[in-house]
T-cell receptor, first 114, second 110 residues
């Protein structure tokens, strides 16, 4: 069964460092997303990406965040200068169509900022 | 009013019990509704879509009431493996994003 894969599964970093989280969406999907979940809290939307550009982004997705699809398979989330409050589980998701809301999530990358 | 409100639980029920969760939403422009399931420290997984006419998938039944702006999930004959957090989710075409509720925690006891 096709799946979304994410690396790393866990990253520990110092405050102020740059972090790149990587995702390989399902191969024939066209819409890509990043969500995050702070421990004990709800899943929050960060950004959606389609046709090599950002479609939507939330208030959380400020200038410290960026996304990129550097090649035909990877989809990355970069946090330029991490803060303590960026500690969370980051989920990548993809979907084949946009208006259904049926997303396939990766297993997540846990980011711990010290 | 929060966009999506769910009873956080926890719901602790014995195996074989029937349990129901409700979820209310405030955005009347919401187009599509879903129940996702999230196991502890895992990713959300789509459980089922929710249609106005109601829909059933095995032991699971979902209902949508647009007039009252709530959706529900009924689980019959609960199994130990049903233990998880159930997330109420809606999709807004205008915002083009999923909005998640905080989830309702279910524990099925032997």
């Amino acid at each position: 069964e096709p799946e979304v894969t994410q690396t790393p599964s866990h990253q520990v970093t110092q405050m102020g460092q740059e972090v790149i989280l990587r995702c390989v969406p399902i191969s024939n999907h066209l819409y890509f997303y990043w969500y995050r979940q702070i421990l004990g809290q709800k899943v929050e939307f960060l950004v959606s990406f389609y046709n090599n550009e950002i479609s939507e982004k939330s208030e959380i997705f400020d200038d410290q965040f960026s996304v990129e699809r550097p090649d035909g398979s990877n989809f990355t989330l970069k946090i330029r200068s991490t803060k303590l409050e960026d500690s969370a589980m980051y989920f990548c998701a993809s979907s084949g169509t946009v208006n259904t809301g049926e997303l396939f999530f990766g297993e997540g990358s846990r980011l711990t900022v010290l | 009013r929060k966009e999506v409100e769910q009873d956080p639980g926890p719901f602790n029920v014995p195996e074989g019990a029937t349990v129901a969760f409700n979820c209310t939403y405030s955005n009347s422009a919401s187009q599509s509704f879903f129940w996702y399931r999230q196991d502890c420290r895992k990713e959300p997984k789509l459980l089922m879509s929710v249609y106005s006419s109601g829909n059933e998938d095995g032991r699971f039944t979902a209902q949508l009431n647009r007039a009252s702006q709530y959706i529900s999930l009924l689980i019959r004959d609960s199994k130990l493996s049903d233990s998880a957090t159930y997330l109420c989710v809606f999709y807004s075409g205008s915002a083009r994003q999923l909005t998640f509720g905080s989830g309702t925690q279910l524990t099925v006891l032997p």
